[in-house]
């Protein structure tokens, strides 16, 4: 399976569902080595399993990288098991919560402050040495809400502001190790957090979610994918520090501009990836793992 990333060796954070999913698949197909992480709930090994039956070569990993333990055996795994570390995609996180934030609950923003914020710092964090032999880079996962906030969940916005940030003082500070930072920043994305059957929003906020997306409709996550695949690819050789905006043109938005788009046009492509648990993403606060 030759492709742009050949010969490279990533480590994709949240690979069992949603997003995470399609960047496995997609990074496999360029021909990466992949090491799909998750919870002990999520379905990493059928996410490897399914690679490794399409060709490509991937193992699983699971565990709560927000502890500093088991982000280091992430990565010692991923060098065990194929020498070296290429890419990081720190694509985990949650989004646990929507409400007013003086009804916020505590604990929810205390869950995201964990997957959102402390599993892109400890990750990357036990990545550098291994990203500054092979001059790699890593990719987090920001958001259109990290950049104009959400209403209804400004916590969550809080959180991807925070990654923004982090990768943006990373880019700067890592480049002397010739290791290159980025950031992909979804807007509505057609998974499990954005139907109301599956995630904390309600009707009226789904539909005003697509409403302001000036393309109309969710992205897939196989769109999403796309994206991450160029930047950690040999062709974004000259780009760090950048925050790349998946999404659909909500951040330049005003009003209600969706409902101006043709119902042909509201379609999602078909795209080529087989995902199977882009809906699966967990939206409930779970118990800690160790």
């Known amino acids: 399976m030759e492709g742009r990333l050949a010969n490279k060796v990533a480590i994709v954070t949240g690979g069992g569902t949603g997003i995470g ?8 197909r360029e021909g990466a080595r992949v090491v799909v992480c998750g919870f002990p709930e999520d379905p990493v090994e059928e996410v490897a399993k399914a690679i490794r039956e399409e060709g490509g070569t991937a193992i699983s990993f699971t565990g709560d990288i927000s502890l500093e333990p088991n982000a280091k055996r ?13 890419i990081l995609i720190n694509n985990a996180g949650v989004f646990p919560a929507t409400s007013l934030l003086q009804d916020y609950p505590t604990e929810a923003f205390e869950y995201m402050l964990k997957n ?7 990750m990357s964090r036990a990545a550098l040495p ?25 916590p969550y916005g809080g959180t991807k502001g925070f990654n923004h940030a982090f990768m943006r003082g990373l880019a700067v500070e890592q480049a002397q190790f010739g290791v290159r930072c980025n950031c992909v920043c979804p807007g509505p994305i057609d998974t499990a957090w954005t139907h109301k059957e599956t995630g904390p929003m309600d009707k009226e906020m789904e539909q005003s979610m697509i409403q302001a997306t000036p393309l109309g409709r969710r992205g897939t996550p196989e769109e999403v994918a796309n994206v991450y695949a160029f930047l950690a690819s040999d062709e974004a050789s000259y780009v760090t520090g950048a925050l790349y905006f998946v999404d659909g043109g909500v951040t330049v938005a005003k009003g209600p501009v969706g409902d101006k788009v043709k119902g042909s046009l509201k379609k999602e492509p078909n795209g080529t990836l087989k995902t199977e648990h882009s809906l699966d993403g967990h939206t409930q606060i779970r118990e800690e793992h160790q």
């Open 130 to 154: 291994e990203l500054h032999k092979t001059h790699g880079n890593i990719i987090s996962a920001g958001s259109e809400a990290g950049l104009i906030g959400i209403a209804q969940n400004t």
């Open 74 to 86: 992430c990565v010692e795994l991923a060098v065990k098991q194929y020498g070296q570390l290429d």
């Open 116 to 122: 959102n914020v402390a599993s892109t710092f400890m």
């Open 21 to 28: 999913e399609a960047i496995c698949k997609k990074f496999a």
